[in-house]
């Protein structure tokens, strides 16, 4: 006979995630709100939020009565209850923030990193940035680094970074997790700047974030999920041949976007080049939304825009009727760092459970 079992735990883990995200989402809500929100019962809505409020994750206060009857009570997101670390490892610099359990920004730091800077060199400037951020900040659930690929976003390895010597095979994950006491999450710096369209306000548009910064790469969201590919490295578009003929490129392969955008003489003759190679990327991704971020789109904003959308309007004259929206990220410097606490975040919500069952809010810092 087939299992028609119920798994009840799953259940409860899931309606809590349900309740919590919905709160987040709608910045506060009265308990019908939710019921009618969520499709779960009023009966159900109650016995689950009094665990919410107990575990320190939500707060509940009363509206001031403005006519006959019982003012409605709401319950928000208790934002200091929990906070999460993101940092971004990049070429030549590192950056580390913490934010609430809302995804609010709190504090940050970083700074430059020497010229061909060793893994433990990263691991000591990050662990060290850590250990300052999480003075004061109860419930840190984790740290997410994205950092410059090819990687392998499972087993937390940095496979032969891409212009960075030394960086074969680097358990970085497993280091820092050594060095700060905390559960580590390792993915891609293009990847984690796209996780700030996904949470905590869900976006099912075809989306490339394009970070266009010591090198070329996008974070892809198709389906309204991020994409990393099978073996976690979708994305390397820095590295689409434009010109076989072109110079050598730090891959190893001649003419990419890539070098092609670095070797330009100037802001505009670099977005069309970019601009080229994305048309190519719309094609075969059926794309809607290209954001463009980093701190070359950054130096030139309105330059990287229009000419990105001139050069796609020339290639593809399919966007009349299939428009591709052009935008510059706002978050600057701290698309990828805000990105990768928000995966801790996202996890945590997604989880909530064990946090919840274990004996009062959770207190780690970096040891």
């Given at each position: ?42 009966q159900a809505v109650s016995k689950i939020l009094p665990r919410l409020i ?286 990768a606490a928000t995966e801790i975040l996202a996890r945590f919500f997604t ?17």
């Open positions: 006979m087939p299992d028609t079992g119920v798994n009840l735990r799953g259940m409860r883990q899931h309606n809590r995630a349900l309740l919590l995200t919905h709160i987040l989402r709608a910045g506060e809500c009265s308990r019908g709100e939710l019921a009618a929100r969520t499709g779960l019962t009023q107990d575990a320190g994750l939500l707060d509940e206060h009363r509206q001031p009565a403005t006519s006959v009857g019982k003012p409605r009570t709401l319950l928000r997101i208790r934002a200091g209850a929990r906070h999460a670390l993101g940092a971004r490892l990049d070429r030549d610099e590192f950056h580390v923030l913490r934010t609430d359990l809302t995804g609010h920004i709190e504090a940050s730091t970083g700074g430059p990193l020497p010229r061909g800077f060793t893994p433990e060199q990263a691991v000591d400037a990050i662990a060290d940035a850590a250990r300052r951020l999480a003075t004061g900040a109860e419930g840190l659930l984790g740290l997410c680094v994205g950092a410059v690929g090819p990687l392998d976003h499972h087993s937390g390895v940095v496979r032969d970074a891409t212009d960075m010597p030394g960086w074969h095979d680097v358990p970085l994950r497993e280091l820092l997790a050594a060095r700060t006491g905390l559960p580590v999450i390792l993915d891609k710096n293009t990847n984690a700047a796209a996780f700030t369209r996904l949470w905590p306000h869900h976006s099912p548009r075809a989306t490339a974030v394009v970070l266009v910064g010591t090198g070329i790469g996008v974070g892809l969201i198709v389906d309204g999920r991020l994409y990393r590919g099978p073996r976690t490295n979708a994305g390397e578009f820095g590295h689409t041949t434009l010109d076989h003929a072109g110079p050598r490129c730090a891959c190893g392969r001649r003419g990419c976007v890539e070098i092609l955008h670095d070797s330009a003489p100037d802001p505009h003759t670099a977005a069309g080049l970019l601009g080229i190679g994305l048309a190519d990327l719309v094609q075969v991704l059926d794309l809607e939304r290209i954001v463009l971020a980093g701190r070359a789109v950054r130096a030139a904003p309105e330059t990287y825009r229009e000419t990105v959308r001139a050069r796609l309007a020339e290639q593809l004259p399919a966007s009349r009727w299939q428009p591709v929206d052009i935008e510059v990220d706002e978050l600057g410097e701290d698309i990828v760092s805000l990105g989880n909530p459970s064990g946090d919840i069952e274990s004996t009062g809010p959770r207190a780690r810092r970096p040891g």
